[in-house]
Nanobody, 121 residues
Framework: QVQLVESGGGLVQPGGSLRLSCAAS????????MGWYRQAPGKQREVVAT???????NYADSVKGRFTISRDNAKNTVYLQMNSLQVEDTAVYYC???????????????WGRGTQVTVSS
């Protein structure tokens, strides 16, 4: 069974930094695009950043220049470095990955359970 487990959320003051991690575990043959999404109270889930297997990255306009996504393929892990955090960044952050197994060679989307990020003074 494939699982994604996030870590690194918490409470931080405006202007502060946090680093989120998400590790994939289980039986699989490869991971395609990985990404981070977030959902604030009363709002729809939105994409924050994505990174392909070839390390091509994309960011939401609201986080460009402040957030950096990266991945360590040897550890099956994706990271999100968040700097200059703003109150508006408060949300539950979810990890997503398109993971290939022997039963789904084209890959299926998997989601983590989410980690809370709260930016408040």
């Amino acid at each position: 069974q494939v699982q994604l487990v996030e870590s690194g959320g918490g409470l931080v003051q405006p202007g502060g930094s946090l680093r989120l991690s998400c590790a994939a575990s289980g039986r699989f043959i490869g991971i395609n695009t990985m990404g981070w999404y977030r959902q604030a109270p009363g709002k729809q889930r939105e994409v924050v950043a994505t990174i392909t297997a070839g390390d091509t990255t994309n960011y939401a306009d609201s986080v460009k220049g402040r957030f950096t996504i990266s991945r360590d393929n040897a550890k099956n892990t994706v990271y999100l470095q968040m700097n200059s955090l703003q109150v508006e960044d408060t949300a539950v952050y979810y990890c997503n990955a398109r993971i290939r197994t022997i039963w789904t060679p084209r890959g299926d989307d998997y989601w983590g359970r989410g980690t809370q990020v709260t930016v408040s003074s």
